[in-house]
Structures are given as C-alpha cells and as structure tokens.
C-alpha cells in the first residue's frame, strides 16, 4: 500500500470515530437506528468459512450478539468517496445468532471461549454519502485459524 | 479456465439482485480483468501480472495477508494453475469497483507462502470466497484489495 496521505489520515480518523459509534450500537446499546445507518444497502457481510450475509442478517446478528471488540489496529486509503480499510479486531463474547454465518459464527463461540478472545483480520470498504461513511463490505479471517494478522 | 457469471441471485443467497443495477458493460470488463489476471498466472507473465496489481494492492488469503510485491512473485512461481470464477455480482462507485464473488483454485503453489495444509489443499482443489476491489485507471481495473476465504463444506 501506499504511505498514507494526509487525507488518508483523516479518512482513518472519522472511520474509527464510525467505528467506535459502531460498536457501542451493536454492543451496550443495541440500537438498531445506528446499525441501519452505519450499513449501506448493498453491504455484503463475507465470512471466514465463505458464508455471507445481507444487510439485514448482519443487522440482526449484531442486535443478538454479546460480543465486544476492540479494535487493535487498522490502515486505510481513500479513492474519492469510497474508503477501504484493512486491520485487525479483538472480539470477546459470543454471537447467538441462527443466521447465515453460522460455521463463522462458531468458530469465533468456540475461540472465544477456549481462549477469552479471538482476533479477526479484515477488508472493510466504505462509502461516503451525504457526508457520512457507511460500510459497503466487510470479509473476515480468523487469524487463530491460520491467518496472521495484518 | 472460464469464467462464468450467473449474477448476484447465485451468490449464496445472500445478494439480492434487486439491489444491484446489472450492467453488462461493468460485468464484462470485470470478467475481461479477471481473464486477464489468469492469463498472466498460467503464462508467468510478470508484465501482465504487474498491470493487474495496482500500486496499492493489498490481500489477505488463506496464507495470511500478502503485500504486492509478494503476491506478484508467489504468483509468478505457482504452477499447474487451475482456476474459474463464479458467482459474480459486481458494483461500480466511479473509479472504484467491488466485486463479490467464488474461485476455485488447483494449483502447486510455493511452499514458503502456506503452511502444509494449505499447500495439499490447493494441490486438491479449493473453492473460496472473495470480495475484490478495483481501480479503475486508464488502462484498464487493477485489483487495490482481495481477501479470499475457503468455503467450509
């Protein structure tokens, strides 16, 4: 990648202030008004065992879910109104969801568990409207399961 | 090593094609790169190989993540390269691109890139996931970033 530009930096900025509202959302919260928000309507949720889910599953697993994350460290770079952003996340908890994902989603049950956490790289895409970043993509690894982290 | 587009309604379900505007002309140069991009890994073709990875390019696959630089070189030295695409649904945002789609991958890949597993794995045959970011230059769409996961079975 590219070193980071100064609107680089700045995209990263206002992403983990996204993120950060993200995650008190779908954790403490469980607001799904934010959810919506945060998700574009296109978005696209890949797993770690391939599985994905639409806007709507994420959502829903997101509201089931008793899970926090932190996140540990993440790049970014900005091409217009699309930002795409890899790094890695720390989750802590478990899903209780039945949606598609499942395998993924015990995977991460099961790690988080064994070990009290379970880090996760991932490729975020973003895309600006109306002056807010949504997310458009996500995909997953499970960096125990023979990914490193990024 | 065709490639084969059947939409987003084939994509596991979970891409509904009302959503996606279909444009033929988008489907196509994405098929057209993706073609490209296997021409130039059977042939070892570094020139083609080069062009598909853009300045930026950033991956994370079975193996981990992978900068350009590595990826274009563990490319060039895999071999016995069998590969189809499918499952594509893809939206354009300007100059960038996203492609959401399914690979299936044998080949003899280098054994300093993926552990043991992985490499007999890929000697077998493998199907993943991948969600694919382009950008679009002049030239043509180069990959910015490519994350792949294996479809459990």
Same mark, same amino acid.
């Given at each position: 990648?590219?070193?980071?530009?100064?609107?680089?930096?700045?995209?990263?900025?206002?992403?983990?202030?996204?993120?950060?509202?993200?995650?008190?959302?779908?954790?403490?919260?469980?607001?799904?008004?934010?959810?919506?928000?945060?998700?574009?309507?296109?978005?696209?949720?890949?797993?770690?065992?391939?599985?994905?889910?639409?806007?709507?599953?994420?959502?829903?697993?997101?509201?089931?879910?008793?899970?926090?994350?932190?996140?540990?460290?993440?790049?970014?770079?900005?091409?217009?109104?699309?930002?795409?952003?890899?790094?890695?996340?720390?989750?802590?908890?478990?899903?209780?969801?039945?949606?598609?994902?499942?395998?993924?989603?015990?995977?991460?049950?099961?790690?988080?568990?064994?070990?009290?956490?379970?880090?996760?790289?991932?490729?975020?895409?973003?895309?600006?409207?109306?002056?807010?970043?949504?997310?458009?993509?996500?995909?997953?690894?499970?960096?125990?399961?023979?990914?490193?982290?990024? | 090593?065709?490639?084969?587009?059947?939409?987003?309604?084939?994509?596991?379900?979970?891409?509904?094609?009302?959503?996606?505007?279909?444009?033929?002309?988008?489907?196509?140069?994405?098929?057209?790169?993706?073609?490209?991009? %296997?021409?130039?890994?059977?042939?070892?073709?570094?020139?083609?190989?080069?062009? %598909?990875?853009?300045?930026?390019?950033?991956?994370?696959?079975?193996?981990?993540?992978?900068?350009?630089?590595?990826?274009?070189?563990?490319?060039?030295?895999?071999?016995?390269?069998?590969?189809?695409?499918?499952?594509?649904?893809?939206?354009?945002?300007?100059?960038? %691109?996203?492609?959401?789609?399914?690979?299936?991958?044998?080949?003899?890949?280098?054994?300093?890139?993926?552990?043991?597993?992985?490499?007999?794995?890929?000697?077998?045959?493998?199907?993943?996931?991948?969600?694919? %970011?382009?950008?679009?230059?002049?030239?043509?769409?180069?990959?910015?970033?490519?994350?792949?996961?294996?479809?459990?079975?």
């Amino acid at each position: 990648m590219r070193t980071p530009t100064d609107e680089d930096r700045q995209t990263e900025k206002e992403l983990r202030e996204v993120m950060a509202q993200w995650r008190y959302a779908f954790g403490p919260a469980k607001d799904r008004r934010v959810l919506e928000s945060v998700h574009h309507p296109d978005f696209v949720w890949t797993g770690a065992d391939g599985s994905r889910m639409d806007r709507e599953a994420h959502i829903a697993a997101e509201l089931e879910s008793e899970i926090t994350n932190e996140l540990v460290e993440m790049d970014c770079r900005r091409y217009g109104d699309i930002a795409v952003s890899v790094g890695r996340v720390r989750l802590a908890g478990t899903f209780r969801s039945e949606q598609a994902g499942q395998s993924t989603l015990d995977q991460i049950n099961e790690l988080t568990v064994n070990s009290g956490f379970t880090d996760i790289a991932f490729t975020m895409t973003w895309k600006r409207e109306s002056g807010s970043w949504r997310v458009l993509a996500i995909h997953f690894s499970l960096v125990a399961l023979g990914t490193s982290g990024v | 090593m065709p490639i084969m587009t059947e939409g987003a309604a084939a994509a596991d379900g979970a891409l509904d094609p009302g959503r996606y505007e279909q444009s033929t002309a988008l489907d196509r140069e994405v098929e057209q790169a993706l073609q490209y991009w %296997v021409t130039g890994i059977v042939t070892h073709d570094r020139k083609i190989i080069e062009r %598909v990875h853009d300045e930026d390019f950033y991956c994370i696959e079975l193996g981990g993540p992978m900068d350009r630089r590595t990826h274009i070189e563990m490319e060039l030295r895999t071999a016995d390269v069998e590969m189809e695409f499918f499952d594509l649904a893809t939206r354009g945002f300007g100059e960038i %691109v996203v492609t959401w789609g399914r690979q299936t991958l044998k080949a003899v890949i280098p054994a300093e890139n993926f552990n043991e597993s992985l490499i007999r794995q890929a000697r077998d045959g493998i199907e993943f996931s991948f969600t694919l %970011v382009w950008r679009r230059d002049p030239a043509g769409l180069r990959v910015l970033t490519f994350h792949a996961s294996p479809i459990d079975r």
